[in-house]
């Protein structure tokens, strides 16, 4: 039989006391990042959706935090508006006033524009042809309308040669 006889003398438990106090405030530091990285994450949302609510677009808005200390990427998601085509210019301006207002770095912006395509809307606006708000979609159907009276027919070898005019 095996018989294990431990003495405890006062600088053991100096020891194992401040191990614990070690992990304790070691546990309390993990919790105290976390913390602060919701609270960054949450902040960098907040501003990005209020930028645009005062702008008059609905956006969504998720953030990951990469690599390093206070460095984020957000992901935005949008109606697809025709004011937001050039959206690397309006990206640049979002990051630096995210760094001044919130103190964080924001490497990149992706944007995600979701387009839900409804038949018999479609189908209603072909025949109402009712005026859009936003034109990006109204540029789209005239390009495909304009693809659909493509029409290909044969010519002669003589009529291929003359000029454009003469035809």
């Given at each position: 039989m095996f018989s294990l006889t431990i003495s405890l003398d006062s600088l053991a438990v100096y020891i194992v006391a401040a191990d614990v106090v070690i992990l304790l405030s070691y546990i309390l530091y993990i919790f105290n990042e976390k913390r602060l990285l919701d609270k960054s994450?949450?902040?960098?949302?907040?501003?990005?959706?209020?930028?645009?609510?005062?702008?008059g677009?609905?956006?969504?808005?998720?953030?990951?935090?990469?690599?390093?200390?206070?460095?984020?990427v957000a992901l935005i998601q949008?109606?697809?508006?025709?004011?937001?085509?050039?959206?690397?210019?309006?990206?640049?301006?979002?990051?630096?006033?995210?760094?001044?207002?919130?103190?964080?770095?924001?490497?990149?912006?992706?944007w995600r524009f979701p387009v839900q395509l409804n038949k018999d809307l479609i189908t209603a606006t072909e025949k109402n042809s009712l005026e859009n708000d936003d034109l990006y979609f109204s540029d789209g159907f005239a390009?495909?309308?304009?693809?659909?009276?493509?029409?290909?027919?044969e010519v002669s070898w003589d009529q291929y040669e003359s000029p454009k005019g003469e035809k």
């Open positions: 994450i949450k902040g960098i949302t907040t501003f990005i959706e209020v930028y645009f609510m005062n702008t677009a609905e956006v969504q808005v998720t953030c990951f935090k990469v690599e390093g200390n206070k460095r984020f949008s109606e697809p508006l025709k004011r937001f085509r050039c959206s690397h210019v309006l990206e640049s301006n979002l990051i630096a006033h995210i760094s001044d207002v919130t103190g964080n770095t924001v490497e990149k912006i992706y390009i495909a309308e304009a693809a659909k009276e493509y029409k290909v027919s």
